[in-house]
T-cell receptor
Framework: DTGVSQNPRHKITKRGQNVTFRCDPI?????LYWYRQTLGQGPEFLTY????????KSRLLSDRFSAERPKGSFSTLEIQRTEQGDSAMYLC???????????FGPGTRLLVL | QKEVEQDPGPLSVPEGAIVSLNCTYS??????FMWYRQYSRKGPELLMY????GNKEDGRFTAQVDKSSKYISLFIRDSQPSDSATYLC????????????FGSGTRLSIRP
């Protein structure tokens, strides 16, 4: 499968715990995006990278959220001290800089108890 | 007020009907307009992409953008049960390979 992959697909955690998600983009895609989607809503932009550089970060993203793309390939999204309001689907997408299409992965569904 | 407004539906139509989906937006700086389709428990997939105002047709799908009214539409002709999904309008200021603002999605059901 050459699409965007995300792991884990599901994560249940207790409030206050840290969680980390991984995204593997389509090979050679230099842009990588993170979005969050809650039930009945569209995806909400969190941040995006060009290669290893983080180009933009949403003002809605609190200091508990951090994303990295250390070698310009896969990316991780970490949430520290999780809260119940963090429960959502976390979507990753990738694209070429010159292309019009962002290709989305299947998402990681997070439930914070 | 949200930057992008979309009627959440649900919308239910019989097979073969023409479907019209719409969004309005408030940010006049948006230049790139997209429609994504999302099946249950899947990530969104791009259906249509339009730059600035105008119409674009791709098979049974037609996208329209009216920047003067800040209004975009997606028409689906000869709708099929396989078209049942959530349709998300989306827009971007600088390019579609950057930050995208999504509508809340319209859930569409096509009855056989």
């Amino acid at each position: 499968d050459t699409g965007v992959s995300q792991n884990p697909r599901h994560k249940i955690t207790k409030r206050g715990q840290n969680v980390t998600f991984r995204c593997d983009p389509i090979s050679e895609h230099n842009r990588l995006y993170w979005y969050r989607q809650t039930l009945g809503q569209g995806p909400e932009f969190l941040t995006y990278f060009q290669n290893e550089a983080q180009l933009e970060k949403s003002r809605l993203l609190s200091d508990r959220f951090s994303a990295e793309r250390p070698k310009g390939s896969f990316s991780t999204l970490e949430i520290q001290r999780t809260e119940q309001g963090d429960s959502a689907m976390y979507l990753c997408a990738s694209s070429l800089q010159i292309e019009e299409t962002q290709y989305f992965g299947p998402g990681t569904r997070l439930l914070v108890l | 007020q949200k930057e992008v407004e979309q009627d959440p539906g649900p919308l239910s139509v019989p097979e073969g009907a023409i479907v019209s989906l719409n969004c309005t937006y408030s940010n006049s700086a948006f230049q790139y307009f997209m429609w994504y389709r999302q099946y249950s428990r899947k990530g969104p997939e791009l259906l249509m992409y339009t730059y600035s105002s105008g119409n674009k047709e791709d098979g049974r799908f037609t996208a329209q953008v009216d920047k003067s009214s800040k209004y975009i539409s997606l028409f689906i002709r000869d709708s099929q049960p396989s078209d049942s999904a959530t349709y998300l309008c989306a827009m971007s200021q600088y390019s579609s390979a950057s930050k995208i603002i999504f509508g809340s999605g319209t859930r569409l059901s096509i009855r056989p």
